[in-house]
């Protein structure tokens, strides 16, 4: 691994371990507009570095979180519960895959587009069964897609990932 890529590695895992307690209270006051700022900060400075260092996937991933977090910055999102977990489950994604890099480790991208539609604000559509069916399953796809990520030390998938699926972070 280069030096830059080494020290990209090296300054988002210090950043996410630094604003783990940032992370958990802004799950538990949403509104709170500091914590919001250091999350943007964070996922704005991932997503530039990923451009720099030619990283596609976990820069479309940051690029992701940043719009929806530059919503709720500029008030046309409200940080609900949902929005809240989604950002969150990106963040761990973030994580995930900046560990990969340094270890070289392959972490499927078949449920990336999970992650990203569960940041996108529900439909303004009348509540009907197929949409609380279709809120279920992607709530569902999105825990599943969580939990399948393998990280290093943790048992592999039950279906592993094709090596090629994400050979680019």
């Not at 590695?9 to 802004?26: D, K, S």
């Not at 999970?114 to 197929?130: D, G, H, N, R």
Request: aromatic content about 2%.
């Amino acid at each position: 691994m280069d030096d830059l890529l080494g020290d990209f590695v090296a300054e988002t895992r210090e950043t996410l371990e630094a604003l783990a307690g940032e992370i958990v209270a802004w799950e538990a006051a949403p509104e709170d507009r500091s914590r919001l700022d250091a999350i943007f900060r964070f996922v704005h400075t991932v997503k530039g570095s990923c451009g720099f260092l030619d990283l596609p996937r976990l820069e479309k991933l940051s690029h992701a979180a940043e719009d929806v977090l530059a919503d709720v910055r500029a008030d046309r999102r409200r940080p609900d519960s949902r929005l809240v977990s989604a950002v969150l489950a990106m963040l761990d994604r973030i994580s995930e895959l900046t560990d990969a890099i340094e270890t070289g480790h392959v972490i499927s991208d078949a449920d990336d587009h999970l992650l990203i539609a569960a940041l996108q604000p529900k439909t303004e559509v009348p509540e009907t069964v197929a949409e609380s069916d279709a809120d279920i399953e992607l709530s569902l796809a999105v825990e599943a897609a969580l939990a399948s990520s393998a990280t290093p030390g943790d048992p592999a998938p039950a279906t592993p990932a094709p090596p090629t699926a994400a050979a680019t972070p």
